[in-house]
């Protein structure tokens, strides 16, 4: 067993402050352990200079003061580790949230939009807060801090209007112009100056703040400051009203194909009712709708098979299939190409509001065009 004289313990002592601890209570602690080990682990006439250089290694990865930055963020910050673990799984789960959202997105099946959405949220709302909460604790003045807190802010704003843009939700483009303003306007400069002061990152700051301002470009090249015309919303107002017009017009379906023509009528009523209601809280479309300037924001359905809608397709896709089979040629039938009907239910998300309201429409026009011109009989 080792004998340590009162000189190596000086020593000792002497070398863990010179190593940057500075927690008295810590200098002892740290003195008792590697006395012990020496002790317990040295011979009686072994090396002591080489002995405690092993010793005092087993503490630290890179450099003793690890141990007095862990301890003072254990005694500040009581939830370091358990918050650190967090964000690490909460990252993982966006980062594979992402992946996996991807993957479906280009293969077109369902699940996408909901993953998607979870990796933004779980990205937004936990990882990074998680993230500039941990790393201020780290950070050696305000300056360095409150480019962590303007970073994290501007990736929850991109995340956001990233978000808001693939679920066609209005305010899209508001984010989008508050995420460049404030990359470019205010993140940017607060960075590049806090950086450049310090010789040590003077060359990181200056590419890093050319590869910022690069990708903020990118990003505004994406934005539309101004609003294009409502094309879309004019087009499907248009031909609502040509229907409505030519259904009031009309005097005589035939009595032979009314309760078929009434249930595709119905149907696609219903169908319409529910996605207008969800975009624009109505059932219809009134007849001053240009007057009152409604617009109808562009998104994809949401068409569970547990829901009304989902029920009201399938009975129209059986309306219709009779409809047809109860023509005697094919220039009276419904055509079914290229429109919701063609679709499969699992892919019914990822068709968009206008495609759903203008294939209801253009079936519709058809049954009044067939029952206006009766030329053909039916079976």
């Given at each position: 067993m080792y004998t340590i004289t009162d000189e190596q313990i000086d020593f000792i002592l002497a070398d863990i402050k010179k190593n940057g601890i500075d927690t008295e209570d810590l200098q002892l602690n740290l003195l008792d352990h590697i006395c012990c080990i020496l002790e317990h682990e040295v011979s009686s006439d072994g090396d002591f200079d080489a002995s405690y250089k092993r010793v005092v290694r087993q503490f630290y990865k890179r450099e003793l003061s690890e141990i007095e930055e862990e301890t003072k963020q254990l005694l500040q910050f009581k939830n370091y580790y358990a918050m650190k673990?967090?964000?690490?799984?909460?990252?993982?789960?966006?980062?594979?949230?992402?992946?996996?959202?991807s993957i479906l997105k280009i293969m077109a099946w369902p699940g996408a939009s909901a993953l998607l959405f979870l990796g933004v949220v779980i990205l937004s709302f936990l990882f990074l807060p998680l993230l500039v909460l941990l790393k201020t604790r780290e950070a050696d003045t305000r300056r360095n801090k409150l480019?962590?807190?303007?970073?994290?802010?501007?990736?929850?704003?991109?995340?956001m209007s990233t978000l808001f843009a693939m679920m066609h939700w209005p305010g899209a483009t508001s984010l989008w112009l508050t995420t460049v303003i404030m990359s470019i306007g205010v993140l940017v400069p607060t960075y590049f100056f806090t950086g450049i002061r310090q010789p040590e990152t003077k060359v990181n700051t200056i590419v890093t703040t050319i590869l910022l301002v690069s990708a903020t470009g990118l990003l505004f090249t994406m934005l539309r400051i101004r609003q294009p015309l409502p094309l879309q919303t004019y087009n499907y107002i248009k031909n609502e009203q040509l229907l409505k017009k030519m259904q009031r017009n009309l005097n005589n379906v035939g009595d032979t194909n009314n309760k078929l023509v009434a249930d595709i009528n119905t149907a696609c009523d219903s169908l319409k009712g529910i996605i207008l209601n969800r975009d624009i809280a109505r059932t219809t479309i009134p007849d001053d709708a240009e007057q009152k300037e409604i617009i109808i924001a562009e998104r994809n359905v949401f068409m569970p098979e547990t829901s009304e809608a989902f029920a009201l397709l399938e009975k129209l896709r059986v309306a219709v299939s009779a409809y047809n089979a109860?023509?005697?040629?094919?220039?009276?039938?419904?055509?079914?190409?290229?429109?919701?009907?063609?679709?499969?239910?699992?892919?019914?998300?990822t068709c968009t509001n206008f495609f759903v309201l203008n294939s209801l429409t253009q079936m519709q026009l058809s049954l009044v065009s067939n029952a206006q011109h009766p030329v053909l009989t039916m079976k």
């Open positions: 673990r967090l964000m690490l799984i909460s990252g993982a789960i966006s980062a594979a949230a992402f992946i996996g959202g480019v962590l807190i303007l970073g994290a802010v501007v990736g929850i704003l991109y995340s109860a023509q005697t040629t094919n220039d009276n039938k419904i055509s079914t190409a290229h429109t919701v009907l063609e679709i499969a239910p699992d892919k019914l998300n």
